[in-house]
């Protein structure tokens, strides 16, 4: 299984990107899906969370300026995100917990997305 993340990149403060990320490989089906980030010498935190069935929940500081979704027919989870500021610069890890075709389930990671916000 491999979760591929696009859509990083550098944006001036209170633009927009969009992120993306698709597991692949042996996968039936997937239940939770989250985005996190992880700043320089700070610890990762968790940026939002979307359950199966659209159930999401967010970080304070990124209510209201971020959106998590997903299509669970591609196995992809998305991170719109708007307003940006320049503490939302960090690389950005999705994860996922696959179910795999033997019935079980395992929490991969995306490789990280480096999102950079100049003020």
């Known amino acids: 299984v491999q979760l591929v993340e696009t859509g990083g990149g550098l944006v001036q403060a209170g633009g ?6 698709v597991a692949s490989g042996d996968v039936f089906g997937v239940n939770e899906m989250e985005w996190y980030r992880q700043a320089p010498g700070k610890q990762r ?13 967010y ?11 997903r299509d669970n027919a591609k196995n992809t989870v998305y991170l719109q995100m708007s307003s940006l500021r320049t503490e939302d610069t960090a690389v950005y ?24 916000v100049s003020s």
């Open 16 to 21: 927009s990107l969009r992120l993306s990320c």
């Open 45 to 57: 935190e968790r940026v939002a969370t979307i359950e199966r069935g659209g159930n999401t929940n």
């Open 59 to 69: 970080l304070r500081s990124v209510e209201g300026r971020f959106i998590i979704s």
């Open 93 to 116: 890890y999705c994860r996922a917990d696959v179910i795999q075709s033997a019935n079980y389930e395992y929490a991969y990671w995306g490789q990280g997305s480096q999102v950079t």
